[in-house]
């Protein structure tokens, strides 16, 4: 199956966006813990705080944005998930020891998918999961089931 994007869509970056009700805490585990660097970010604009991760560079990032008063947020399932793809299980490793030693902990997901092939979540402060999984979706095999 090809893998082309149609040419009626010009996208040059795309951007997933998500509201928190623990903005600090979020900023805090995507920027210090998991050290993503942060494109952008404002306070007090029109109401809304946020901050925009690249992920990995500038075409792809991660919103989160806090309105007014800590807003209601419907709880996340463990399918709430940011895949980050890393190359290979050593690399996989290495953020699992860096994590541990920062005091956070692997969070087990529903779905056995992930960990039969290596994979390991850690929740962050609002519950959502970020995966990180050993292989470099669309250029390395998908590892076969431990």
């Known amino acids: 199956m090809p893998h082309e994007w149609p040419e009626c869509l010009p996208v040059g970056a795309v951007r997933f966006a998500r509201p ?45 944005t806090q309105h007014g008063e800590t807003p209601e947020i419907p709880a996340p399932s463990t399918e709430n998930q940011l895949v980050l793809y890393l190359a290979g299980h050593e690399a996989v490793a290495a953020v699992v020891e860096r994590l541990a030693g920062l005091g956070h902990r692997p969070a087990p997901l529903d779905n056995p998918y992930w960990a039969e092939r290596g994979a390991v979540a850690y929740a962050d402060p609002d519950g959502w999961m970020v995966v990180f999984a050993p292989w470099i979706f669309g250029q390395d095999p998908v590892p076969t089931v431990a």
């Open 20 to 64: 928190t009700a623990r903005f600090e805490d979020c900023l805090v585990f995507y920027r210090d813990v998991l050290q993503l660097p942060v494109i952008a970010s404002w306070r007090g604009h029109t109401g809304y705080d946020g901050a925009v991760f690249g992920l990995p560079g500038t075409p792809v990032h991660l919103e989160l």
